[in-house]
């Protein structure tokens, strides 16, 4: 059975950084694009970054760009994500997902494979 797992939240103050893994089980990333998006208490699910694993493409949200880098693990079964400069408006649940080839990478209904998330909270 094909999985996702996310680690690497946590509570950080603003300005910290933080890093996310994401795991697969069950297969490689090779093939697909692998993206992060977020979630808020009483919000949509937000895009966040997007790696398109065979090209090397990275895609970002206004909100991340420039503070977010998504990047390849040295495995081929992890993605990163690497969050600096934190604000207390990131604070949310962080998923990752996976799809092969999706249309728009910023759209979470093209994505098929989701894990169960992990929570960062930034603390003003």
């Not at 694993?53 to 206004?62: E, F, K, L, N, Q």
């Not at 999706?102 to 960062?120: F, I, K, M, R």
Request: proline share 3%; with cysteine; charged share 15%.
């Amino acid at each position: 059975q094909v999985q996702l797992v996310e680690s690497g939240g946590g509570l950080v103050q603003a300005g910290g950084v933080l890093r996310l893994s994401c795991a697969a089980s069950g297969r490689t990333f090779s093939g697909y694009v692998v993206a992060w998006f977020r979630q808020a208490p009483g919000k949509e699910r937000e895009f966040v970054a997007a790696l398109n694993w065979s090209g090397g493409s990275r895609y970002y949200s206004d909100s991340v760009k420039g503070r977010f880098t998504i990047s390849r693990g040295y495995t081929m079964n992890t993605v990163y994500l690497q969050m600096n400069s934190l604000r207390p408006e990131d604070t949310a649940v962080y998923y990752c997902a996976s799809a092969t080839a999706p249309p728009n990478v910023a759209v979470h209904t093209e994505y098929d494979l989701w894990g169960q998330g992990t929570q960062v909270t930034v603390s003003s």
